[in-house]
């Protein structure tokens, strides 16, 4: 069975500051990988997928098949980054079905 | 599209008391899915219905929790009797199952009392 792993609740940041959310996943096959994020009051929703390769929000996240990490970095935090985060793997199978880490609630301050 | 609708978007209730959480995906998404949000235990997959059939109900903490998924367009997660400990958000997502990505409603917060 698949397992995603953030090991940090909480995380606060100064604005400007690098900021890193860790993310580690037990898996035996090929996996898929997303960060999904809740900002306040809105609903939940993907930040980005490890398969596209893509920087949104200035975020970035490379998947680690070494390490099984898919941790996500941001160079510069912004007070709108403050938010929840989620972590999520799916398999490579046609059962579509997401395993989500326990999320990380990032603060950045002023 | 106005996206993923769950209905209502609270609900108090007293312990003992049946709840039911409605939902109504996006258009043409095949596949449905229910979680639960605490702060203890963060994003937990209750069940996901792929083509109005569920698949996997292994998520369901107990017979109290039952989910149907009658047409393509509507879903229920009924709680049976409820007890506090059932307090929680639940949300709704729907999926076209080919990029995977999950398109979430607003949540439901629930409230026993």
């Known amino acids: 069975a698949q397992r995603v792993t953030q090991p940090e609740k909480l995380l606060s940041v100064f604005k400007g500051a690098p900021v890193e959310l860790k993310c580690n996943y037990s898996?035996?096959?090929?996996?898929?990988l997303f960060w999904y994020v809740q900002y306040s009051r809105q609903r939940l929703q993907l930040l980005l997928r490890?398969?596209s390769r893509e920087s949104i929000k200035g975020f970035t996240a490379d998947l680690n098949k070494g390490e099984t990490s898919f941790h996500l970095k941001k160079p510069f935090a912004q007070e709108e980054d403050s938010a929840m985060y989620y972590c999520a793997l799916s398999r490579r199978s046609n059962d579509y079905k997401l395993s989500f880490g326990a999320g990380t609630t990032v603060t950045v301050r002023a | 599209d106005a996206g993923v609708i769950q209905s209502p978007r609270h609900e108090v209730t007293e312990m003992g008391q049946e709840v039911t959480l409605r939902c109504k995906p996006i258009?043409?998404?095949?596949?449905l899915f229910w979680y639960r949000q605490t702060m203890m235990r963060g994003l937990e997959l209750l069940i996901y219905f792929n083509n109005n059939v569920p698949i996997d109900d292994s998520g369901m903490p107990e017979d109290r929790f039952s989910a149907k998924m009658p047409n393509a367009s509507f879903s229920t997660l009924k709680i049976q009797p409820s007890e506090p400990r059932d307090s929680a958000v639940y949300f709704c997502?729907?999926?076209?199952?080919?990029?995977?990505?999950?398109?979430f409603g607003p949540g439901t917060r629930l409230t026993v009392t």
């Open positions: 258009s043409g998404h095949n596949s």
């Open positions: 490890h398969i």
């Open positions: 997502a729907s999926s076209t199952g080919v990029l995977y990505e999950q398109y």
């Open positions: 898996y035996s096959g090929s996996p898929e």
